[in-house]
């Protein structure tokens, strides 16, 4: 399995950038959980968001909650991020990710089968 992120850059802060995921290999399966989960230098990778195979139910890291919307297209196999309200504290690698299913509402890095090469997201202040 592959996972191609694009749409990374330099926002100002308050505003809004869409990141992008794309899967694609023979082992890659629609019935699965995708997300992403972020890291700052520095600082350890945390959990942004996950989204389940269906659409039907999201999950957010509560620094995201309220800003952030996750949502896929399974004809496409992508996932997309809408990051909005930007803050300087949201500037980080993003790194897409497939896994199983959340527990609990926790995605836990130990649950990713497979990561995305990273999008830089820098925000200006």
């Known amino acids: 399995v592959q996972l191609q992120a694009s749409g990374g850059g330099l926002v100002q802060a308050g505003g809004s950038l869409r990141v992008s995921c794309a899967a694609s290999g023979r082992h890659f399966s629609s019935y699965t959980t995708m997300g992403w989960f972020r890291q700052a230098p520095g600082k350890e990778r945390e959990f942004v968001t996950a989204i389940s195979w269906d659409g039907r139910s999201a999950y957010y890291g509560d620094s995201v909650k309220g800003r952030f919307t996750i949502s896929r297209d399974n004809t496409k196999n992508t996932v997309y991020l809408q990051m909005n309200s930007l803050k300087a504290e949201d500037a980080a690698v993003y790194y897409c990710?497939?896994?199983?299913?959340?527990?609990?509402?926790?995605?836990?890095?130990?649950?990713?089968?497979?990561w995305g090469q990273g999008t830089l997201v820098t925000v200006s202040s």
């Open positions: 990710a497939v896994g199983s299913a959340p527990v609990g509402g926790k995605w836990y890095m130990s649950m990713i089968n497979y």
